[in-house]
């Protein structure tokens, strides 16, 4: 079955970084977009970065725009998400995403806390 496992979040201060990472099983990996979304507390899920199969393409929300960097490895089924000058809004808990034959797919999803 589809399985993403999500790594890489943890306690940051503002302005530093952090790198998450997803590793992907039971499906074809380079034949689908990646996406990461992340979630507060009473707000919806949002979409925070998308990659394209082949990883030529890339798009992101307005507020992180400049500051992350999506960016997959389809030989070792790997989506990660490289986040700079990180804020107290960026805190959330962060979800690597697949959409497969119109069914979404999640990870367990990864805490990231800014914070000083």
């Known amino acids: 079955q589809v399985r993403l496992v999500e790594s890489g979040g943890g306690l940051v201060q503002p302005g530093g970084s952090l790198r998450l990472s997803c590793t992907a099983s039971?499906?074809?990996?380079?034949?689908?977009?990646m996406t990461w979304f992340r979630q507060t507390p009473g707000r919806l899920r949002e979409l925070v970065a998308a990659?394209?199969?082949?990883?030529?393409?890339?798009n992101y929300m307005d507020s992180v725009r400049g500051r992350f960097t999506i960016s997959r490895d389809n030989d070792k089924n790997t989506v990660d998400l490289e986040m700079n000058s990180l804020k107290p809004e960026d805190t959330a808990v962060y979800y690597c995403?697949?959409?497969?034959?119109?069914?979404?797919?999640w990870g367990q999803g990864t805490q990231v806390t800014v914070s000083s």
């Open positions: 990659i394209t199969e082949t990883g030529d393409t890339t």
């Open positions: 995403s697949v959409l497969l034959r119109s069914n979404r797919h």
């Open positions: 039971g499906f074809t990996f380079n034949t689908a977009a």
